[in-house]
């Protein structure tokens, strides 16, 4: 099982709205691309939030690499164009893959 792990630090100003879109709309958008099989979203309590946002780390699991090369050629360059241009300047993220052991 390959986890692809998304940590993003949202500006406290569009927090709560950032947080409903992404619950309602991008992750089951990158959901609906059937190259995951569960997704997960958590908030960070360490470090905590602070005057610079708060941050979540959003969890897709696929069950292979291949599937989630398949992902990031066909679908996610749209994905992330769509979530840098409603949030520009109100975030940082990072990604990270990890395997299940």
Request: with cysteine.
């Given at each position: 099982?390959?986890?692809?792990?998304?940590?993003?630090?949202?500006?406290?100003?569009?927090?709560?709205?950032?947080?409903?879109?992404?619950?309602?709309?991008?992750?089951?958008?990158?959901?609906?691309?059937?190259?995951?099989?569960?997704?997960?979203?958590?908030?960070?309590?360490?470090?905590?939030?602070?005057?610079?946002?708060?941050?979540y780390?959003?969890?897709?699991?696929?069950?292979?690499?291949?599937?989630?090369?398949?992902y990031?050629?066909?679908?996610?360059?749209?994905?992330?164009?769509?979530?840098?241009?409603?949030?520009?300047?109100?975030?940082?993220?990072?990604?990270?893959?990890?395997?299940?052991?």
């Amino acid at each position: 099982m390959i986890i692809y792990n998304v940590t993003v630090k949202i500006e406290n100003s569009v927090q709560e709205e950032w947080l409903d879109w992404m619950k309602r709309v991008h992750i089951p958008e990158v959901m609906a691309t059937r190259c995951f099989s569960e997704s997960k979203i958590m908030r960070l309590l360490d470090p905590p939030a602070d005057e610079q946002g708060t941050t979540y780390a959003i969890q897709y699991f696929c069950e292979s690499m291949g599937t989630l090369q398949g992902y990031w050629k066909d679908f996610a360059p749209a994905l992330q164009a769509d979530h840098t241009q409603r949030y520009k300047d109100k975030f940082v993220a990072f990604r990270t893959v990890m395997e299940l052991v």
